[in-house]
Structure formats: C-alpha cells, structure tokens
Nanobody
Framework: QVQLVESGGGLVQAGNSLRLSCDAS????????VGWFRQAPGKEREFIAV????????YYADSVKGRFTISRDNAKNTVYLQMSNLKPEDTAVYYC????????????????RGQGTQVTVSS
C-alpha cells in the first residue's frame, strides 16, 4: 500500500512562487507515475501535470504550461511541483496521485491519492 503526503502549500501573493512536495512511502516509488491535480471551491478537480516513472516524460495542462514544472527524485521517493508566476486562479487544494502502468490525466485512473495541500494566491 502506497501512502502519499503533500506538503508545501500556503498563502502567497500573485506573481510569486511555491514548491509542493509529494512524499511517498510503502511501495517501490520508481514503479509509479505521479500526477498533480487541483480542485478549487465549487469547481471540478483539474489535471495539472504528470511525470513518468523514470522522470523522462512530463505532460502539463495548458493552464499551467510554462509556469509549473513537475520533477521527481526517486532516491527520496518524492515528486515536486514547482509553481511560478502564481495567479489568484491557481488557488485550490492540490493533490498528488500515483499509478502503475502508464500515465493519465484522469484522477480516477490513479491507484493512490494524497489528502491534499491548500494553495492560496492573493491578488
């Protein structure tokens, strides 16, 4: 059983940066692709980015492309989401999720999910 814990959220002003971490335990982390999703109040959960098991492949939603960067350190069992030039519309709870056998932009396709970390961007 894989456990995922997100951290690094907080309150920041628009234009600033924040780095989220997704720490994994209980499994062979390098066998899982990891995705980041977010959900704002009153909105559907939204795909943000995904990284392959090795880290060689990444894919981003258009809404964050060029501003967010996903990366991973398999030695530390951690995936990061570096967020730059944050906007008020980036305010949401951010979740990481892990899956075996390929990547996906669909949250329900993931095998394991974290509890989320709040990111609030003030204008």
């Amino acid at each position: 059983q894989v456990q995922l814990v997100e951290s690094g959220g907080g309150l920041v002003q628009a234009g600033n940066s924040l780095r989220l971490s997704c720490d994994a335990s209980g499994g062979t982390f390098s066998t899982f692709a990891v995705g980041w999703f977010r959900q704002a109040p009153g909105k559907e959960r939204e795909f943000i980015a995904v990284i392959s098991r090795s880290g060689a492949s990444t894919y981003y939603a258009d809404s964050v492309k060029g501003r967010f960067t996903i990366s991973r350190d398999n030695a530390k069992n951690t995936v990061y989401l570096q967020m730059s030039n944050l906007k008020p519309e980036d305010t949401a709870v951010y979740y990481c999720a892990a899956k075996q056998f390929g990547t996906s932009s669909y949250y329900d396709n993931y095998d394991y999910r974290g509890q989320g970390t709040q990111v609030t961007v003030s204008s």
